[in-house]
């Protein structure tokens, strides 16, 4: 029975059966971690598999092979924390009708274009 470090080893010589014995071995992990942190079962697929893709073109980087399991984990806290910064960039559709657009309603365009009539007249009285 092969052991973990001869699979990173392997996969570093380009061997994808290799990789593929990686995948299995540690879906699982990934796909709990990135969900303990996006609570999301079908964003914390997108999270693994993300970081699956990534560990495959830059496994030839891992100095130490049996390292591998701190350093894909970290490859997987670095795309799910993507995904969940992009999470708090959105707004619920309910809350769209609640955000004050840039435009002014047209009573406040009327105050806007009074106060302005009357700062100017202002600045024309002064000597």
Excluded: C, N
Excluded at 90 to 105: G, L, N, R, S, Y
């Amino acid at each position: 029975m092969d052991t973990l470090a001869d699979h990173v080893t392997r996969t570093q010589e380009g061997s994808s059966d290799a990789y593929g014995e990686l995948v299995r071995r540690f879906q699982d992990m990934a796909v709990g971690y990135a969900y303990s942190m996006l609570r999301d079962f079908h964003l914390a697929e997108d999270a693994a598999q993300e970081a699956f893709i990534h560990a495959y073109y830059d496994i030839g980087s891992l100095d130490d092979p049996a390292a591998f399991p701190g350093w894909f984990r970290r490859i997987v806290h670095k795309f799910a924390d993507r995904i969940r910064r992009r999470m708090r960039e959105t707004t619920p559709i309910e809350a769209v009708a609640e955000i004050p657009t840039p435009t002014p309603t047209p009573e406040g365009a009327l105050i806007d274009a009074e106060r302005r009539d009357r700062v100017l007249a202002e600045i024309d009285r002064l000597p």
